[in-house]
């Protein structure tokens, strides 16, 4: 399986690269990044030792795509896309706190309340919901973005205020330009048949002071989604909903015995296995896009970005 895990390119005028956990981003002159969406695969904060064939296309294309559908409402760092995998935009400061808005009582949220939580990052949550219900209005509950190898911890809006992390200012902007997104990307969800569960939003500051999108937007690796159709039967039929996003691993991985907890292995993934994931991104891709996924050539993936990327750098 031809995929993209690693980059170690030396694009002109490069100051630095950062590894992510699924990112690669390469500083040019001190000006431009270049994200470079690999096809690695992270669940529980943890990279999965094989990739997944054109998870990277599918997210940068997503992404990239809410970018500009988005663009009227909140400002973002986005340049160009010179290559399925490769996103240019302005160099930003990242703020260290990822935004996250949920619509649902899923994922991580219902975790916590299955263990009797009735509140999370200080936002409370009423009795009586069942997992996958729906909230009464969506909720923020953010996280700490952490370094290399550490987990995302929550954090509520009073600590992240009481701790210097952002300005009351800066977060009260963020938080509007969440709930802001989250109502756009409901919307275009509900046109295509789906509903979107929780996500998370990344923000940075250019170099003027303009705070902006960055990173990814409502992707399967930062968002959740259940169809529409069915929703409610399911609900009240106590099955489990039908949802396109990365949960889907994270419940094999569970029932594989592995939550990234210390001391656990990750459980080996056969090839079939990555197939079914690739084909599970495939179909997000095109629910939520609305267009067929058209697959790049991954005969030599890695010539394939550096090419594109120097052509571009080389016009500017």
């Not at 001190?30 to 064939?53: H, Q």
């Not at 990234?260 to 690739?278: A, F, H, L, R």
């Amino acid at each position: 399986m031809n995929t993209i895990t690693t980059t170690n390119f030396n694009f002109p005028n490069q100051k630095s690269v950062y590894h992510g956990k699924v990112r690669e981003v390469y500083n040019i002159n001190n000006e431009l990044l270049v994200m470079v969406a690999t096809d690695r695969l992270s669940a529980f904060d943890v990279v999965m030792p094989k990739g997944i064939p054109y998870k990277g296309q599918i997210l940068n294309q997503i992404a990239t795509k809410f970018m500009e559908l988005t663009q009227d409402i909140v400002p973002n760092w986005l340049i160009a896309t010179p290559d399925p995998n490769v996103a240019i935009g302005h160099l930003c400061e990242p703020f260290k706190v990822e935004m996250v808005i949920r619509g649902y009582l899923s994922g991580h949220a219902a975790r916590e309340y299955a263990i009797g939580k009735r509140s999370l990052c200080g936002v409370s949550m009423p009795e009586g919901l069942k997992e996958n219900d729906k909230l009464p209005n969506p909720i923020i509950t953010p996280t700490t973005k952490a370094d290399n190898g550490e987990h995302d911890e929550d954090i509520s809006r009073e600590d992240i205020l009481a701790k210097g992390i952002l300005s009351e200012e800066d977060y009260l902007t963020l938080e509007k330009y969440t709930r802001a997104l989250f109502q756009r990307g409901t919307e275009i969800a509900a046109s295509r048949g789906l509903i979107l569960v929780d996500t998370k939003y990344e923000f940075g500051k250019t170099k003027d002071g303009k705070i902006v999108l960055i990173d990814e937007i409502h992707t399967p690796d930062s968002s959740r989604y259940f169809y529409a159709d069915g929703y409610q039967e399911r609900q009240n039929n106590g099955e489990e909903q039908k949802q396109l996003s990365k949960e889907f691993v994270r419940r094999w991985l569970i029932e594989n015995g592995f939550q990234g907890k210390q001391g656990q292995s990750i459980p080996n993934m056969t090839d079939e296995y990555i197939q079914t994931v690739s084909d599970r991104y495939i179909e997000l891709f095109e629910n939520i896009i609305g267009e067929k996924f058209i697959k790049a050539d991954i005969s030599d993936i890695n010539n394939r970005i550096e090419k594109n990327v120097f052509n571009y750098l080389s016009k500017k």
